[in-house]
């Protein structure tokens, strides 16, 4: 079966399909045994249930399809653990023509939404509390205590001030005030959109800064109040709530909690007018010294909206969206200096460790990172600014919150309207669509043991027996916080197989997932996916045709870029071509130290192009790179799925022409052709490319000449696709349009495979490449060279 | 009344606004009883009043004892209490008397007045300044104006000619009016007044006034007071021998005589103008009221003041001259010495009794006292009424710093004066605690005196003075001495063809700067001395160069902070704050150099943004009380003009914004610190208003009053350490505040303990003040908040100051006290300086100082004005040095004198014990009179008491002072510190009044027919004076008490307060203006009282048999009470402790 089908119903790719089962063979795979799973894919046939899932008494899996069960007796036993359920009383008319739905062969994923009293396929329902009870009696760290509020934090109480009741998700507008005047004034008509917009139960709070963070009480009529924090001050979390007022006062015996009215985090429809009013009256802060870069405390206001947050212990999903349009330049997580003189740390500076403040800085934000967890916060970092605003040392806590980040030039910007606004989309029945607060747990077979995930996640620390010792990314655990899902959210999750195999090769073996989520309108989501695969033996054939090369390059991408954050680049490039020599030799047919002799199978043989690109690409090539961008490209292909992973390592490139269709050509320079426009899509921005030839038509204005219908529709084709294109994607790619020979066209020959070069004997008129860049030839070449040295 | 605050007004724009205060507040409350009488005799064919002048002292101390002193002062002071002049007046006596007193002089004049006297009513204040001369042209307002002008070229005119040239302007006017049309008519009393005074002066001086002056009532009243009086007295009595010896008193009198009754009348002078043509019956008088009438006006008159120069000399003139005191005693002594007054002196000088001879010296107490052991007997003894008490001083005196190159010793501190500075600074700016510098410490030691200056830089002039003038040197800056740095001053002495100059400071000989340089005149002063004002006044202003700034200017910052706690908006203070400063905004200094901030504070502080053009105002709070820092980088104080609106908003919303305001706590010291942070690069005033306990944050406080409590109780041991502050963050806050030129006035208003002894730590390290309202009353305490805060910021003053005051060589020196930063010893660091604050600087010898020589002291303060002018004010004062003890004694300034133990005394408390600190004042006191007993007196009685004639009333104002709530142990801990806090850049003037308050009789103000003077006599503080059917009034400079007693006539109460019963008083109490002619006088009265003191007194209604009544009788110093001795007995043990001393 296609990968990509099986994505479609599974939401799952595995790098191998087949296991081998012991420990050795695993390690001779060269690629990890991973699967990139997109937790709420959006599938076409996707069963809703309304009652609460059942649970394995003993190992927590989720009543599946590949559970045994006996209808007399009414048990099933679970696949994972073998463990005996006996269904619950809901479950009483069950029998082989009455199935659950979730018992369904067809249905290895379904989706349970909790809280609600509803009735059971069967009969009545009164399913809930084992789950929430099962894990909050299972949860162990203190870390998890949050999390664990699952069931507690939904129905509960803890929004002080606030009746929980209808509550929204929580947002909290940080906005910087050093902006130039008419940025300032774009940014202020977009939130007052957005505010607009939003649902009159979302809770929302406004931050602004400069050398000041500026807390506005929503609530206070009188006049315009902030709470003022020094922006050059650290301040714990403790202090932040103290200074905004809103710390829970010790509990006394015998008196209920104190709960302060506090003003700083209201339901839109409550503070509505005072909302606007502040944020019409966000006025650009003068800059107070020439030659210097305005003061800005993002840190302290980032940290005084996580302080507000967990104050107002809104845990139930919250957005900080961050709007900024210049680097930090003073108090914690400070980018730069403010003097004009001293530049803002590049790559270069970064591994010649002159970057002052980026250590302490990115320390800061990395701190910040178990807070956001543990509330449930999101941090969203908007950038606009023609120079770095210190993504790099922000990306941290975007990241494992699962934040957006969008770096772009202007608030003025489409992009950056467009992105707000889809963010703040609503579905059908109004809700937001956003998913907060999410939790991904893995249940495995006995045999199966889980290493860690890759992606916007935080391991919760819960160990328990499938749980590996070998930890890569976020490991130590079998389950994991999300604060943001969207549709597209895609973890790399790695496993291994356990030290003692008893497993026969092929049998059987499962991997179930556990989504928890809430929905925009903070109702609470489960989904369960269950998927089986067969151990195989070791020389199996199996193996090979198990092989998904897409998903394993989105693997080894994932994999290189966490490398890299950690080491200096050119190791993750040897480590990358060692992998790929170990791969070629182990499954590539040759004869030894016969460098022609060597051939890939089909099952294997894209996979060295794709390293080729990853090599050259901007996730680990990070010449032409300011550290703030390779920390959003990072990110994005952090979250991507393999499909949207591949074209940012590969970018895939169309040829359009008089000749027929649009037809996917080589990444090659060679496929620049003055009578064609190529439609090149690199995920960041897509490019059309017009043929010298094509160009001077244009200019001559032929597609308006009715003669010359077809030309016009030539020229049309790639516009629509390339709307399409970037419709579906946020942030939105830049586009580029772009003649042979212009300035522009740079965008596309960075990426060509420079087959042609300034050094190449045969140049006919086409275009070159001036690079010093191998080419694809030359790598592959190579590769056989090496590969075939034993 | 009316009058003198119309003034202001006028004069306000400018520093000089003070003349409303200047008017009053000089006016010494003794005189005031005199003046009525005057009033009511002079108007009648009274004249006879001029004996009233004469008369009444003596006769009302008695007039035996009177006569004795010349100063009659001691005597008379008992005599006083009738002061009720009138009375005196009546009595025919006066005859008599007034020959022999000098007094008489000034009654003479009111005899010319007497007969315009009537007009006088309205023009009161203004009449002073003005005087008469011009005055009565401009009466009308500008008296200030114009007639201080007047008045200084007269006097001056004579000798000096320089000043003219200045004035000018302003005299023409005035002169002008006054010569023809007005000068009679408006010659209200008041003018008549200031006139008396002026020419009675002048008459001595010398100078032409002399004609005008003598007949001038200034003579009146002083004679009588005089006596009492420190100024007049002193001399006085020094005078009459002199005079008796030398004849000088002749002159003087046969003048007088004349002018005797038309000046008692009234303020003669008015009438001058006019009167004069009646007048001139009186014979002299009249040629010199022409003359001085003409003469002033027509300051062009420099002939004319020649003129009357003449006129004058003969009266008085010439004696004085060679005479060693002229001065002072010129004024009054004159009078005396016409007669009787040795032998007449001294009579009245026994009180109690013996005729003490002590020629000079003199209030003799009744010796019996100390016989008897026991208090008892002293008093069976005594007569109460011929104890020594203030004699209140009547009319205005006119004061000329020198004469004859001379100093001259300066009126006392309490009188009205007018001064006219020949040379030596006003006494106003610097006084120092003995006119006569001993040569040695031995000496000093030996009379058991201090030598101390009391500094008042910016004092406030009356409105008759000249203002201060301005040099400017242009870029080379003023001439200074190259080793000292002392300025220029009259006193250096050029030499060499006026090629070199010898500084009178330091003995440095200097080259003249070249473009500097003038020829020296026969005399062997400069040519141009008279032309500049730097060589022949004791006080002028420099412009100071670039040299004297470290940066530009600073602008006139004030920033507001108002405690919002729950307490606060509660009691109704922070609305009351909120009102008081919207209201003084319109107050500010005009310009755009004028900015303006606001913050509140609870718990956090609350900044604003006044200055945005947005529909809302917008709060920024500072929650981090640990570590403040301030939330904006602009915009926090912004130039009032551009926030005008939106502040007045602002402040009319606060009250409402926090009405609801649940936080109790109050981070007052991180507040200050904040506004500090934001008021940093510029400095200026922080205005804080504070109504609870600060409980956290920076500089956080906790309770200690309960802990003192119990201390006290346990034995007050440790209980002065609840006056010390309870920590150093706020004194180490303070000082960098004072650093930065910041100066905060807390404004406490408060029902509850606040802990003032930290808190004032603030305001009196960076030269502020603190203000206090307990228990605050929301319906009484918000029109005194607003108007101490108008004042607060209206009054003359400047900010970013450096002080330092330079003494010849010999002297030097010891320390400086007072509310200011000390950083090094040498110089005064003021963030900010203005006219009510006063600074003590103590002096001790490092060498012997040469007899016959003159010491010099000079007082420079650079400052920057609130309009922005960077400043040097420099006041010289030349003293002469004696070797002769009895000089010493002769020389005392009681005021200053007793200003200084108080300032000492207030220091001493938070240290010492209680116990401790009264022993200390009445050693003090002992150790003088000891000293003077066993080296001065001439009389050996043992069984006499024997006090210097200057220092008379020690005793009582000691006896006082340890009566005072400071240094009692009943007092809550706050009221004390608040005290010992008051006390500390207390003015000289004030000192007096605030221990020994004055109280006068309110219930029979309709039955005294008014006159010029509104304030009626005042009544000793006995209860023996207080009665059932009387209504009192007692003041003390903050608080003023009605008492009420219980058998009052409920018609006159439901006049004054519109009740009738005295158990209907009400708790909290609003002086009301209701439509009868008693309830006008009373607040006529008490807005009076206001403009003297510079302040809007705290008005409380007190009953017998609450602790209102006990509050009020508290002030009854003279009584026994439990802890404390009568007066009587008092002087009693003080006599034995001196008989102790001499065996």
């Given at each position: 079966m296609d990968f990509v089908e099986l994505e479609a119903i599974e939401g799952l790719r595995w790098s191998w399909n087949s296991w081998p089962v012991s420990q050795a063979d695993v390690k001779a795979l060269v690629i990890p045994l991973s699967i990139m799973y997109t937790p709420l894919m959006h599938f076409n046939e996707l069963p809703l249930l309304s009652y609460d899932p059942v649970i394995c008494n003993r190992c927590g899996a989720v009543l599946n399809p590949y559970a045994r069960v006996d209808y007399q007796s009414r048990i099933w036993i679970c696949p994972f653990c073998y463990q005996k359920n006996s269904f619950p009383r809901s479950y009483a008319g069950i029998g082989e023509n009455n199935l659950p739905a979730e018992l369904f062969p067809t249905y290895s994923t379904v989706e349970y939404q909790l809280g609600k009293k509803a009735s059971t396929p069967s009969s009545n329902s009164n399913l809930n509390h084992n789950w929430g009870n099962g894990l909050s009696s299972s949860s162990l760290s203190s870390m998890m205590s949050s999390s664990s509020s699952l069931v507690s934090s939904f129905s509960s109480s803890s929004l002080s001030g606030l009746d929980s009741r209808g509550v929204g998700p929580a947002f909290v507008f940080v906005v910087d005030a050093c902006s130039p005047e008419e940025e300032l004034r774009a940014l202020q008509n977009e939130l007052l959109l957005v505010v607009a917009q939003l649902p009159e139960n979302a809770l929302v709070g406004l931050v602004?800064?400069?050398?000041?963070?500026?807390?506005?009480?929503?609530?206070?009529?009188?006049?315009?109040?902030?709470?003022?924090?020094?922006?050059?001050?650290?301040?714990?979390?403790?202090?932040?709530?103290?200074?905004?007022?809103?710390?829970?006062?010790?509990?006394?015996?015998?008196?209920?909690?104190?709960?302060?009215?506090?003003?700083?985090?209201?339901?839109?429809?409550?503070?509505?007018?005072?909302?606007?009013?502040?944020?019409?009256?966000?006025?650009?802060?003068?800059?107070?010294?020439?030659?210097?870069?305005?003061?800005?405390?993002?840190?302290?206001?980032?940290?005084?909206?996580?302080?507000?947050?967990?104050?107002?212990?809104?845990?139930?999903?919250?957005?900080?969206?961050?709007?900024?349009?210049?680097?930090?330049?003073?108090?914690?997580?400070?980018?730069?200096?403010?003097?004009?003189?001293?530049?803002?740390?590049?790559?270069?500076?970064?591994?010649?460790?002159?970057?002052?403040?980026?250590?302490?800085?990115?320390?800061?934000?990395k701190q910040l990172s178990p807070r956001l967890c543990d509330s449930s916060i999101v941090l969203d970092l908007f950038a606009c600014s023609l120079d770095q605003v210190g993504a790099a040392e922000l990306k941290t806590p975007v990241e494992s919150s699962g934040g957006f980040m969008m770096l772009g030039e202007s608030f003025e910007s489409d992009q950056f309207r467009k992105c707000l606004r889809h963010i703040f989309n609503r579905d059908e029945d109004g809700n937001l669509k956003m998913y907060f607060d999410a939790t991904i747990e893995i249940v495995t077979t006995k045999d199966v043991k889980i290493c860690g995930a890759l992606g916007p996640c935080v391991s919760l620390q819960k160990k328990n027996s499938s749980v590996s010792e070998k930890e890569i990314g976020e490991g130590g655990t079998n389950t994991w916080k999300l604060g943001m899902l969207t549709n597209k959210a895609c973890i790399a999750f790695f496993f291994q197989v356990g030290d003692e195999q008893k497993a026969q090769p092929s049998s059987a073996f499962f991997i179930q997932f556990i989504?928890?989520?809430?929905?925009?309108?903070?109702?609470?989501?489960?989904?369960?996916?269950?998927?089986?695969?067969?151990?195989?033996?070791?020389?199996?054939?199996?193996?090979?045709?198990?092989?998904?090369?897409?998903?394993?390059?989105?693997?080894?991408?994932?994999?290189?870029?966490?490398?890299?954050?950690?080491?200096?680049?050119?190791?993750?490039?040897?480590?990358?071509?060692?992998?790929?020599?170990?791969?070629?030799?182990?499954?590539?047919?040759?004869?030894q130290e016969d460098p022609s002799s060597f051939r890939l199978s089909s099952h294997f043989s894209l996979y060295p192009q794709f390293m080729y690109y990853l090599r050259r690409s901007q996730f680990i090539d990070v010449f032409n790179s300011s550290p703030d961008e390779t920390a959003f490209f990072r990110l994005m292909l952090n979250r991507e799925g393999v499909v949207g992973s591949l074209i940012m390592i590969q970018p895939t490139l169309f040829q359009y022409s008089f000749d027929g269709p649009p037809i996917p050509v080589l990444l090659d320079v060679c496929s620049i052709s003055p009578d064609v426009i190529l439609l090149f899509d690199s995920y960041f921005y897509v490019v059309i490319h017009y043929g010298s030839k094509i160009a001077q038509w244009r200019k001559l204005g032929y597609d308006k000449d009715p003669n010359h219908e077809s030309f016009r529709k030539l020229l049309e084709a790639p516009e629509l696709d390339a709307e399409q294109l970037v419709a579906e994607r946020v942030p939105v790619p830049k586009l580029v349009k772009c003649d042979q020979h212009s300035s522009q066209a740079r965008f596309l020959l960075a990426k060509l495979n420079p087959s042609v070069t300034q050094n190449s004997t045969h140049t006919d008129g086409a275009d070159i490449i001036f690079t010093d860049d191998v080419s694809l030839q030359v790598f592959i070449d190579h590769l056989q060279t090496l590969a075939v040295q034993a | 009344?009316?009058?003198?605050?119309?003034?202001?007004?006028?004069?306000?724009?400018?520093?000089?606004?003070?003349?409303?205060?200047?008017?009053?507040?000089?006016?010494?409350?003794?005189?005031?009883?005199?003046?009525?009488?005057?009033?009511?005799?002079?108007?009648?064919?009274?004249?006879?009043?001029?004996?009233?002048?004469?008369?009444?002292?003596?006769?009302?101390?008695?007039?035996?004892?009177?006569?004795?002193?010349?100063?009659?002062?001691?005597?008379?002071?008992?005599?006083?209490?009738?002061?009720?002049?009138?009375?005196?007046?009546?009595?025919?006596?006066?005859?008599?008397?007034?020959?022999?007193?000098?007094?008489?002089?000034?009654?003479?004049?009111?005899?010319?007045?007497?007969?315009?006297?009537?007009?006088?009513?309205?023009?009161?204040?203004?009449?002073?300044?003005?005087?008469?001369?011009?005055?009565?042209?401009?009466?009308?307002?500008?008296?200030?104006?114009?007639?201080?002008?007047?008045?200084?070229?007269?006097?001056?005119?004579?000798?000096?000619?320089?000043?003219?040239?200045?004035?000018?302007?302003?005299?023409?006017?005035?002169?002008?009016?006054?010569?023809?049309?007005?000068?009679?008519?408006?010659?209200?009393?008041?003018?008549?007044?200031?006139?008396?005074?002026?020419?009675?002066?002048?008459?001595?001086?010398?100078?032409?006034?002399?004609?005008?002056?003598?007949?001038?009532?200034?003579?009146?009243?002083?004679?009588?007071?005089?006596?009492?009086?420190?100024?007049?007295?002193?001399?006085?009595?020094?005078?009459?021998?002199?005079?008796?010896?030398?004849?000088?008193?002749?002159?003087?009198?046969?003048?007088?005589?004349?002018?005797?009754?038309?000046?008692?009348?009234?303020?003669?002078?008015?009438?001058?103008?006019?009167?004069?043509?009646?007048?001139?019956?009186?014979?002299?008088?009249?040629?010199?009221?022409?003359?001085?009438?003409?003469?002033?006006?027509?300051?062009?008159?420099?002939?004319?003041?020649?003129?009357?120069?003449?006129?004058?000399?003969?009266?008085?003139?010439?004696?004085?001259?060679?005479?060693?005191?002229p001065m002072q005693p010129r004024q009054v002594a004159p009078p005396p010495p016409p007669h009787p007054i040795p032998g007449s002196a001294q009579p009245p000088r026994m009180f109690g009794m013996p005729p003490p001879l002590p020629t000079e010296s003199m209030a003799a107490i009744?010796?019996?006292?100390?016989?008897?052991?026991?208090?008892?007997?002293?008093?069976?003894?005594?007569?109460?009424?011929?104890?020594?008490?203030?004699?209140?001083?009547?009319?205005?005196?006119?004061?000329?710093?020198?004469?004859?190159?001379?100093?001259?010793?300066?009126?006392?501190?309490?009188?009205?004066?007018?001064?006219?500075?020949?040379?030596?600074?006003?006494?106003?700016?610097?006084?120092?605690?003995?006119?006569?510098?001993?040569?040695?410490?031995?000496?000093?030691?030996?009379?058991?005196?201090?030598?101390?200056?009391?500094?008042?830089?910016?004092?406030?002039?009356?409105?008759?003075?000249?203002?201060?003038?301005?040099?400017?040197?242009?870029?080379?800056?003023?001439?200074?001495?190259?080793?000292?740095?002392?300025?220029?001053?009259?006193?250096?002495?050029?030499?060499?063809?006026?090629?070199?100059?010898?500084?009178?400071?330091?003995?440095?000989?200097?080259?003249?700067?070249?473009?500097?340089?003038?020829?020296?005149?026969?005399?062997?002063?400069?040519?141009?001395?008279?032309?500049?004002?730097?060589?022949?006044?004791?006080?002028?202003?420099?412009?100071?160069?670039?040299?004297?700034?470290?940066?530009?200017?600073?602008?006139?910052?004030?920033?507001?902070?108002?405690?919002?706690?729950?307490?606060?908006?509660?009691?109704?203070?922070?609305?009351?704050?909120?009102?008081?400063?919207?209201?003084?905004?319109?107050?500010?200094?005009?310009?755009p150099r004028t900015m303006v901030g606001i913050a509140t504070f609870d718990s956090t502080i609350h900044f604003y943004n006044p200055k945005r053009a947005l529909q809302q105002p917008l709060m920024l709070i500072v929650p981090d009380v640990h570590d403040v820092y301030t939330p904006l980088q602009t915009d926090i104080i912004v130039p009032l003009s551009e926030c005008r609106q939106h502040l007045e908003l602002l402040l009319e919303n606060i009250p409402t914004m926090f009405q609801n305001n649940k936080t109790a706590d109050s981070a007052f010291g991180a507040a200050v610190k904040a506004a500090f942070l934001a008021m940093k690069s510029t400095g200026g005033k922080l205005l804080v208003f504070q109504s609870v306990l600060p409980s956290v944050g920076i500089g956080a406080l906790s309770t200690r009053e309960s802990e003192g409590r119990t201390n006290i109780s346990s034995g007050e041991k440790e209980a002065h350490k609840l006056l010390q502050p309870a920590d150093k963050t706020l004194k180490m806050m303070a000082v960098e505040l004072a650093e930065y030129q910041v100066c905060v006035d807390v404004f406490i208003t408060t029902q509850t303990y606040v802990d003032i002894a930290s808190i004032s730590v603030i305001p009196r390290t960076t030269g502020g003040q603190v203000y206090y309202y307990y228990p605050f009353s929301a319906l009484t305490d918000p029109a005194k908040l607003y108007n101490d805060l108008r004042w607060n910021v209206t009054r003359p003053q400047g900010f970013e100051a450096v002080m330092r005051v330079r003494c010849s060589q010999g002297l030097q020196v010891q320390e400086y006290s007072g509310n200011f930063c000390k950083r090094i010893p040498t110089d005064v660091d003021l963030p900010a300086i203005d006219c009510d604050k006063t600074i003590m600087a103590t002096l001790k010898h490092d060498d012997k100082l040469q007899d016959g020589s003159e010491c010099a002291f000079q007082c420079a303060l650079l400052y920057t004005t609130v309009y922005g002018q960077r400043r040097i004010r420099v006041s010289t004062l030349s003293l002469p040095c004696t070797t002769m003890l009895s000089g010493l004694f002769r020389s005392a300034d009681l005021d200053t004198q007793f200003a200084c133990f108080l300032k000492q005394a207030a220091s001493e408390i938070p240290s010492s014990p209680l116990l401790q600190v009264r022993e200390q004042v009445t050693n003090l006191c002992i150790n003088i009179l000891h000293s003077y007993r066993k080296f001065c007196a001439t009389v050996s009685s043992s069984g006499q008491l024997i006090l210097p004639e200057a220092l008379k009333l020690l005793p009582l104002y000691t006896l006082a002072l340890i009566k005072s709530s400071g240094l009692r142990t009943d007092g809550r801990i706050d009221d004390r510190s608040f005290w010992i806090n008051y006390v500390s850049s207390l003015s000289t003037p004030l000192a007096i009044p605030l221990v020994y308050p004055r109280m006068m009789a309110i219930h029979d103000l309709n039955s005294k027919e008014m006159d010029e003077s509104l304030i009626t006599h005042a009544i000793p503080l006995s209860s023996e004076h207080v009665s059932d059917e009387g209504i009192y009034l007692l003041e003390n400079g903050e608080d003023c008490l009605i008492y009420i007693g219980n058998s009052a006539d409920p018609d006159i109460m439901r006049q004054l307060f519109g009740i009738a019963l005295v158990d209907e008083i009400p708790t909290q109490f609003v002086l009301q203006l209701y439509d009868n002619p008693l309830s006008k006088k009373l607040n006529e009265v008490v807005n009076e009282i206001?403009?003297?003191?510079?302040?809007?007194?705290?008005?409380?209604?007190?009953?017998?048999?609450?602790?209102?009544?006990?509050?009020?009788?508290?002030?009854?110093?003279?009584?026994k009470t439990q802890s404390g001795l009568s007066y009587i007995e008092f002087l009693v043990y003080i006599h034995r402790q001196i008989q102790n001393k001499m065996s």
């Open positions: 602004t800064f400069d050398s000041m963070v500026r807390v506005h009480d929503l609530g206070f009529a009188e006049c315009s109040r902030v709470v003022v924090f020094h922006g050059e001050r650290e301040l714990s979390s403790l202090q932040i709530k103290q200074f905004l007022g809103i710390h829970h006062m010790k509990q006394q015996l015998g008196k209920p909690p104190a709960i302060q009215k506090q003003g700083f985090l209201l339901p839109v429809s409550e503070c509505e007018f005072n909302l606007t009013t502040a944020i019409e009256d966000i006025h650009t802060s003068p800059l107070l010294m020439p030659g210097h870069r305005p003061q800005r405390s993002t840190g302290a206001a980032i940290s005084a909206a996580v302080g507000l947050l967990e104050g107002c212990s809104v845990n139930t999903g919250s957005r900080i969206m961050v709007f900024t349009s210049g680097p930090a330049t003073v108090g914690p997580g400070m980018i730069v200096d403010s003097d004009l003189g001293n530049a803002i740390r590049t790559h270069q500076d970064l591994i010649s460790g002159h970057a002052t403040y980026y250590r302490k800085s990115r320390e800061f934000y989504t928890r989520y809430r929905l925009g309108n903070m109702g609470i989501r489960k989904r369960v996916t269950t998927a089986a695969r067969r151990w195989v033996g070791n020389h199996s054939t199996d193996i090979a045709a198990g092989f998904d090369q897409e998903a394993a390059a989105s693997v080894m991408a994932r994999l290189a870029i966490h490398e890299a954050e950690r080491r200096y680049v050119r190791d993750v490039i040897r480590w990358l071509d060692k992998m790929l020599i170990r791969f070629a030799s182990k499954f590539g047919d040759y004869v | 009344m009316a009058a003198p605050g119309g003034p202001r007004p006028g004069n306000t724009p400018p520093n000089y606004n003070p003349n409303s205060l200047a008017d009053n507040m000089q006016n010494l409350l003794i005189n005031r009883p005199a003046q009525p009488p005057h009033a009511v005799a002079s108007s009648g064919g009274p004249r006879p009043s001029p004996p009233f002048g004469q008369q009444p002292p003596p006769f009302p101390s008695s007039a035996p004892p009177s006569s004795p002193f010349p100063g009659t002062s001691p005597m008379v002071r008992p005599g006083l209490p009738h002061p009720g002049v009138l009375p005196r007046a009546s009595v025919p006596p006066g005859g008599p008397p007034q020959a022999p007193l000098p007094p008489n002089m000034s009654f003479n004049r009111s005899s010319g007045p007497p007969i315009t006297q009537p007009p006088p009513p309205f023009g009161l204040r203004p009449p002073h300044p003005g005087s008469l001369p011009s005055s009565t042209g401009s009466p009308a307002r500008p008296p200030s104006g114009a007639p201080p002008g007047a008045f200084p070229p007269s006097g001056p005119s004579g000798q000096v000619v320089a000043p003219s040239g200045s004035r000018p302007g302003p005299f023409a006017s005035s002169p002008l009016l006054t010569g023809s049309p007005m000068p009679p008519s408006t010659i209200s009393s008041p003018i008549n007044n200031g006139p008396h005074a002026f020419a009675s002066r002048p008459l001595q001086a010398g100078s032409h006034f002399p004609s005008t002056g003598s007949i001038p009532r200034p003579p009146v009243r002083p004679p009588p007071s005089t006596i009492s009086m420190a100024g007049g007295p002193p001399h006085a009595p020094s005078m009459r021998s002199l005079y008796g010896s030398q004849s000088t008193s002749a002159p003087p009198g046969p003048v007088q005589p004349a002018l005797p009754f038309s000046a008692a009348a009234q303020g003669v002078p008015p009438p001058r103008g006019s009167p004069f043509s009646a007048p001139p019956g009186p014979v002299q008088p009249i040629p010199p009221f022409s003359a001085a009438a003409q003469g002033v006006p027509p300051p062009s008159g420099s002939s004319p003041f020649s003129a009357p120069p003449q006129s004058a000399s003969q009266p008085s003139g010439s004696p004085y001259g060679p005479q060693t005191w009744s010796p019996a006292m100390s016989h008897m052991g026991a208090p008892m007997a002293g008093p069976s003894k005594i007569d109460p009424n011929q104890i020594p008490r203030p004699i209140p001083s009547s009319s205005v005196i006119l004061h000329e710093t020198r004469q004859g190159n001379q100093a001259n010793p300066p009126p006392p501190a309490t009188s009205d004066y007018i001064v006219r500075d020949t040379g030596n600074c006003s006494p106003r700016y610097l006084r120092c605690t003995i006119n006569q510098i001993p040569c040695t410490v031995d000496l000093l030691t030996t009379s058991g005196m201090q030598l101390a200056l009391l500094v008042q830089p910016l004092a406030l002039p009356h409105p008759s003075e000249e203002p201060i003038e301005v040099v400017d040197f242009g870029e080379s800056g003023p001439v200074r001495c190259s080793r000292c740095k002392g300025y220029i001053n009259p006193f250096m002495k050029f030499i060499d063809q006026g090629r070199r100059f010898i500084c009178n400071l330091c003995g440095f000989t200097d080259e003249t700067p070249r473009d500097y340089h003038c020829n020296l005149g026969p005399d062997g002063r400069r040519r141009d001395a008279d032309d500049r004002p730097e060589l022949c006044r004791g006080t002028v202003e420099f412009v100071a160069t670039k040299e004297y700034m470290v940066r530009e200017p600073i602008p006139a910052v004030y920033f507001f902070l108002i405690d919002v706690s729950m307490n606060a908006i509660q009691i109704g203070a922070t609305a009351a704050a909120c009102s008081a400063i919207n209201q003084v905004i319109a107050d500010l200094p005009e310009g206001r403009r003297q003191r510079c302040s809007y007194l705290r008005l409380k209604l007190c009953k017998k048999g609450d602790p209102s009544g006990m509050l009020f009788f508290s002030y009854m110093v003279e009584d």
